[in-house]
Structures are given as structure tokens and as C-alpha cells.
């Protein structure tokens, strides 16, 4: 089975829950190793931080849809994190800093999309 194939398939077979916890997942690795190598390699360090906002953007414009179920409150928050996730990255690339505080809300969201508290 190739690749492509494996990753149609699970897909397929993945909830939109599994989905946004496998992105995260992801996402969420690149922000520990660009902390672990820092800036020297500033190219893959800029990447996984924007890799990061990009989900952050996803999911924002998500929650602004009309149509999208999830409760209002939730929705704002959401679009709220979204907001400071942004902020935050353009800081960090321009003047420097820790990545921790990302890296701890994305395994917040994380924790909360695999039910646990």
C-alpha cells in the first residue's frame, strides 16, 4: 500500500476529533524540536511556529462560520486563542523568546480533544 493510499484510508477513518488532535500533534512536535535547536536553523524555526499559527487560523476562521455547532462560548474562546497565538508568534520571531507557553496550550487543547482534563 503506498503512502498516499494509508493516508486516504485514515482519514477516512479518523473523526474530525482524531483529526484536530493528529494536526496538533504535529504541529505541536515542530514547536518542541525549533525549541530544542533554537534559532540556528532560523528557517525551520519560523516554519514550525508558523505551521502552528496557521492551524490556530484554520480553526478560527472554523468557528466563524455560521454553520459550525460547536457552542458560541467556545467558539469565542477558540477565535480569542487564535488572536494571542498570533500576537505571540510574531513576537517571538521578531524580538526572540521561549516557546513554552505554545507549546502548553496546544497540549491543553490536545488533553481536552482526547478527554482528559
Do not use: K
Request: net charge negative.
Amino acid at each position: 500500500m503506498s503512502i498516499q493510499a494509508y493516508q486516504r484510508a485514515a482519514a477516512q477513518a479518523e473523526s474530525p476529533r482524531e483529526t484536530e488532535y493528529r494536526a496538533f500533534g504535529l504541529v505541536t512536535q515542530g514547536l518542541v524540536r525549533a525549541r530544542e535547536q533554537g534559532r540556528g536553523d532560523l528557517s525551520a524555526y519560523v516554519e514550525a511556529l508558523d505551521a502552528n499559527r496557521r492551524l490556530w487560523m484554520v480553526l478560527a476562521n472554523d468557528c466563524a462560520q455560521s454553520g459550525n455547532a460547536a457552542p458560541e462560548t467556545l467558539r469565542a474562546s477558540i477565535i480569542s486563542l487564535s488572536l494571542w497565538v498570533s500576537r505571540t508568534t510574531s513576537e517571538i520571531i521578531r524580538d526572540g523568546g521561549d516557546l513554552d507557553d505554545l507549546i502548553e496550550v496546544n497540549r491543553s487543547i490536545m488533553e481536552g480533544l482526547a478527554g482528559r482534563t
